[in-house]
């Protein structure tokens, strides 16, 4: 009986023994081939590491400070680790399925470069034969940065302080594109994002979620790098300085992805209030004559793909300064209380019958006293850029005329503008419409090069030949013709037009 038991027991040693000795090498032959997975069948890629550990019944993994490169990207990692491979779909499908994958504080560095690749060199690479799926990517603590090349300043740097990628698959067909895998979902989490727009502007953000098609961004900054006066002594010719700051910003329905090679982004409806947006000009620099396209064309070769199907701007300020004669100070034109509905901002689909078309209405204060409303409608397909626009301004004060006109234009108004309308119809060419202008005891004053004493000569002339007969009336003006300067923006061409039609009505 006595015997009996030792054998007994004898047999449940040996068979631990014999069950540890496979556990043990089956965790060898794992490690070896997940090892001999990273070297030899990713393709592009080029691994360092400094250990990988495996767990046979668990089938999860860790591998320690995993250095990849693929392509223009290196990817380290403080730790990265695979938890429950699924061997059925291995052993049976020869598809390599993992529930969750976690990478600990891992940096991602694109380094983009002009240098062409060697073909001879890519050819010699095995070309990637496996089917892998990931139900569960993780990212925790995570940077990403993008830069032209190594030596300068980064252009794009995105703290990811949480990121999860939901049934993430890679083929030998999805490496291929620009995003080399294929995905469900993805939530973002980064209290940092940091972009080089161009030598003289940086783009901030202090956080940025995504989650379940919901984007929401706070305290997104464009941050001029130079005070005016350095900015004007680093520009060759005339060039806009921009300043704005946006609290809150939502976007609902957010997709992106890759047409083709171009970027895609969507979103059902983007919404932000309270932004104040600033831009400065000195028209005493050289003019840049470079073709200023309008903007239905600047829709239509964009190289990313949009479709927005409702921008709103509530609450929101701009303001406009322009320095035009020396010595004095900018001129400002300030638009305040903005409540701006941009419809149909898309060039996805263009060949489509019902394709929409772009149209913005707003509302706002002008020049912090008058109610100024503006409508406007284009057809991005339109090779012509045929356009609309028509707006109406209630009541200027020649105050607020005069913080413009003085230091731009070296004059100044008494009298006010009780109301105008304007509506025009245009294309890249030309602009014909009608306005209508009501004002009373409107006068004129020339000043003199100091921008304090009168010219008397002019100022007697230019009130000689005002209408001021026509006080109270309202000054209908039709068929108002304007040619556009394609070096200039279209707002100078919307300028001219109702500028045209003013100068009918005055005289």
Not at 6 to 21: E, N, P
Not at 63 to 89: Q, R
Not at 284 to 291: E, K, Q, R, T, V
Not at 342 to 349: D, K, Y
Request: net charge positive; hydrophobic share 40%; charged share 30%.
């Amino acid at each position: 009986m006595m015997e009996k038991k030792y054998k007994i027991l004898l047999y449940t040693f040996i068979g631990l023994a014999v069950l540890l000795g496979l556990v043990f090498f089956a965790n060898k032959m794992l490690k070896q081939k997940i090892k001999a997975g990273i070297e030899q069948e990713l393709i592009n890629s080029n691994v360092e590491y400094k250990d990988i550990s495996v767990d046979f019944i668990s089938g999860s993994s860790v591998v320690s400070s995993p250095k990849l490169k693929l392509g223009s990207a290196t990817i380290s990692s403080e730790e990265l680790s695979v938890i429950d491979l699924d061997y059925k779909e291995y052993f049976s499908n020869n598809k390599i399925v993992f529930d969750r994958i976690v990478f600990k504080k891992p940096e991602i560095l694109i380094t983009q470069s002009d240098t062409l690749k060697n073909p001879k060199k890519e050819n010699s690479k095995k070309e990637f034969k496996e089917d892998i799926k990931i139900r569960h990517l993780v990212i925790q603590d995570g940077h990403l940065k993008i830069s032209e090349n190594d030596t300068i300043k980064k252009q794009l740097y995105v703290s990811l302080k949480n990121m999860d990628i939901y049934d993430l698959h890679i083929t030998e067909a999805s490496l291929k594109n620009k995003i080399p895998f294929n995905f469900r979902e993805v939530s973002i989490n980064s209290d940092s994002l940091f972009y080089s727009i161009d030598p003289e502007h940086d783009l901030q953000v202090r956080e940025l979620q995504l989650e379940k098609g919901s984007l929401i961004i706070s305290d997104l900054r464009i941050i001029p790098k130079y005070s005016k006066i350095e900015f004007d002594k680093r520009q060759k010719i005339e060039k806009d300085r921009f300043k704005l700051n946006i609290p809150h910003m939502k976007m609902k329905n957010f997709a992106w992805g890759f047409n083709g090679d171009k970027l895609q982004l969507e979103s059902v409806k983007t919404s932000f209030e309270k932004a104040e947006f600033h831009i400065y000009r000195n028209k005493l620099l050289p003019d840049d004559n470079s073709i200023k396209p309008l903007y239905s064309k600047k829709l239509r070769e964009l190289e990313t793909k949009l479709k927005f199907d409702t921008i709103h701007i509530s609450n929101s300020s701009l303001i406009y300064e322009e320095i035009s004669v020396a010595g004095t100070p900018p001129g400002k034109v300030m638009f305040s209380e903005m409540d701006v509905t941009i419809a149909n901002l898309t060039n996805l689909n263009m060949e489509a019958e019902n394709f929409p078309a772009t149209t913005i209405n707003a509302n706002s204060k002008f020049m912090g006293e008058s109610n100024f409303n503006f409508n406007m409608e284009f057809d991005i397909r339109d090779l012509e850029d045929k356009f609309n626009f028509s707006g109406n301004l209630a009541g200027i004060s020649a105050d607020a005329m005069n913080s413009f006109l003085r230091p731009v234009a070296n004059m100044e108004v008494e009298g006010k503008i009780s109301s105008m309308f304007f509506n025009f119809y245009g294309n890249d060419d030309s602009a014909l419409g009608d306005t209508r202008l009501q004002y009373h005891d409107f006068k004129v004053e020339v000043l003199r090069k100091d921008g304090v004493r009168k010219n008397k000569i002019l100022s007697g002339l230019a009130n000689l030949i005002l209408k001021n007969n026509t006080a109270n009336k309202k000054m209908n003006q039709k068929n108002i013709s304007a040619t556009r300067d394609k070096t200039k923006s279209f707002w100078n061409f919307l300028w001219l037009c109702i500028r045209n039609g003013a100068l009918k009505s005055f005289l």
